[in-house]
C-alpha cells in the first residue's frame, strides 16, 4: 500500500495528514456524543414541560 498512488495510500505516507485526520475524526465523534446527550436532555426536559404536573407550567 505505500507504493500506491490513491488517497488511502497518500495518507499513510503522510503522517501530519494522517495524524490531523485521525484527530478530526476523533473530534467529529466527541462532538456527535456531545450533540446526541444534548438532544436528549431536550427531550426530557420537553416531556417535564408538557406534563401536567410540572413545576414548569406558566
Same mark, same amino acid.
Given at each position: 500500500? &505505500?507504493? #500506491?498512488? #490513491?488517497?488511502?495510500?497518500? %495518507? $499513510?505516507? =503522510? /503522517?501530519? $495528514?494522517?495524524?490531523? %485526520?485521525?484527530?478530526? $475524526?476523533? @473530534?467529529?465523534?466527541? /462532538?456527535? =456524543?456531545?450533540? @446526541?446527550? $444534548? ?5 426530557? !426536559? ?6 401536567? &404536573?410540572?413545576? !414548569?407550567?406558566?
Amino acid at each position: 500500500m &505505500n507504493n #500506491g498512488k #490513491g488517497l488511502a495510500a497518500t %495518507l $499513510i505516507r =503522510d /503522517t501530519v $495528514i494522517s495524524y490531523e %485526520l485521525k484527530t478530526t $475524526i476523533s @473530534n467529529l465523534q466527541q /462532538t456527535s =456524543d456531545s450533540l @446526541n446527550l $444534548i438532544s436528549q436532555e431536550l427531550s426530557e !426536559f420537553s416531556k417535564q414541560l408538557n406534563n401536567k &404536573n410540572s413545576l !414548569f407550567m406558566l
